[in-house]
């Protein structure tokens, strides 16, 4: 493999006289691993070594594809870089704490910190760019989490809501990847020796970020694909120089890998890994921050704004407080919506009297309500569709229901049995550069 003559002048002044079994790595095959989801259950076969740091990762062997079996798209497992598993292992996450996940895409590190939760507490998983964010999305699916939230906002509107709310922070920082190399040509050609000062800054805004959603005694991990000691060792002294109330955890141990001080580097050449940094950081204090109530006024305008363009019904005004809603109309236009209904009151009387009166010419098949020809007209286009039972016990057509019906339904807060509700899409809001 061709590397820049800027990174091999950087890595051997970092690694000295580890430098030539640093570079021989470079002429082996990457890495390939596997993490099992424990709510699944699965192991694999003999022939996948198990990787030392984290106990549901294994090493694929050279060779082997997983990706297209059937068990990966059940969930089964995550195909995951084994170093890239290091990061979550080292935040001690345990069943029912609050944990965030602030740059979280495509999701291996999630999933993972999910399955150490055991869906007890809340993993919030965010992703700042929209196409990335939706693969965060569909990884939680596949690996079943029943405990996360998905997010795409940046760092900042994170902590403006939360505050300091979380037990546990893990910044998987985008970097300049070079711990990618082997694997990734492309990531070659990408790289600059301006890349990690421009990266440097990028990671100190998020940290920053990060930094105000940890509660007093949680812990923070920070974590890197690349090698380089702007981004790793420079971006945490930083760090610490501007936050007194952090400190480095010296008690930071993973098996397999070599930790100093809070800090530890996973070289290709000391473990089997591509490469990864971490540092563990403790925030002293006791205090827990209890979230703000959300407003509704912008869910509000969604929903109205989503009425008015797809329901054929009146819209409903304002969302109850236990899930129903109830059709409202605005004080100004109170007048008006009176006389609306007693109009559709006229004209729902007029369509049963005349309903009435053609079905005995009607013939022997039934008809449909709400047909050609206006209100009352009838429909004569062969037997109708089954009819379902309404509110109120009358039936109901297959045309839009009548409103006096519709605000039964829905001003009650329960949900009509015969339909599933609405689809919801997650609110999904540069490209990065991180293991998994």
């Known amino acids: 493999m061709k590397l820049p003559e800027a990174f091999i002048r950087q890595m051997q002044g970092e690694l000295g006289a580890q430098a030539p079994a640093f570079f021989s790595t470079y002429e082996e095959e990457g890495m390939a691993g596997l993490r099992v989801s424990l709510r699944r259950g699965w192991t694999p076969p003999e022939g996948f070594a198990p990787v030392p740091w984290c106990p549901a990762g294994f090493y694929v062997p050279q060779g082997l594809r997983m990706g297209k079996e059937p068990l990966h798209a059940a969930g089964a497992y995550y195909l995951q870089e084994p170093s890239a598993m290091a990061p979550a292992a080292a935040l001690g996450v345990r069943p029912g704490m609050r944990v965030l996940d602030l740059c979280a895409a495509p999701g291996g590190k999630s999933t993972q910190i999910a ?105 923070l991990v920070y974590s890197t694909c690349t090698f380089n000691r702007v981004e790793n060792e420079g971006t945490i002294e930083a760090f610490l120089r501007r936050h007194p109330e952090f400190s480095l ?112 010419r009607a013939g022997p098949f039934p008809r449909a309500r709400g047909g050609e020809g206006g209100a009352g007209g009838l429909a004569r286009r062969g037997p109708a569709l089954p009819r379902r039972r309404g509110a109120g016990g009358r039936n109901a057509g297959l045309g839009p229901p009548a409103l006096p019906a519709l605000r039964a339904r829905m001003g009650k807060g329960k949900r009509r049995t015969d339909q599933e509700p609405l689809p919801q899409r997650a609110a999904l809001a540069v490209k990065t550069r991180t293991i998994d």
Not at 135 to 140: F, T, Y
Not at 169 to 188: I, N, Q, T
Not at 309 to 315: F, G, P, Q, S, Y
Not at 324 to 347: D, I, T, Y
Request: one cysteine or more.
């Open 115 to 219: 399955d150490l939760l055991g869906g007890q507490g809340i993993l919030v998983a965010n992703e700042i760019h929209p196409a990335r964010a939706r693969i965060l999305l569909e990884n939680v699916e596949r690996m079943g989490v029943p405990n996360a939230v998905v997010c795409n906002e940046t760092p900042a509107r994170i902590a403006a809501h939360f505050g300091p709310w979380f037990d546990a922070v893990l910044v998987d920082a985008p970097c300049s990847g070079e711990g990618m190399f082997r694997r990734d040509p492309e990531a070659v050609a990408q790289w600059s020796p301006e890349a990690p000062a421009r990266c440097h800054e990028r990671q100190m805004e998020i940290l920053e970020e990060a930094a105000r959603c940890l509660r007093g005694g949680g812990t």
């Open 249 to 360: 955890d010296p008690e930071l141990a993973l098996p397999g890998i070599p930790c100093q001080g809070g800090m530890a580097h996973l070289y290709p050449h000391q473990v089997r890994g591509e490469g990864h940094f971490l540092a563990r950081l403790r925030k002293r204090g006791e205090e827990r921050a209890e979230l703000a109530e959300l407003p509704v006024d912008k869910g509000e305008a969604r929903w109205e704004a989503f009425a008015r363009e797809a329901l054929r019904e009146a819209a409903p005004r304002r969302l109850r407080a236990q899930g129903g809603v109830a059709l409202r109309h605005s004080r100004g236009n109170a007048r008006r919506a009176g006389a609306e209904r007693a109009a559709r009151g006229r004209a729902a009387g007029a369509a049963r009297e005349g309903a009435a009166g053609a079905r005995a």
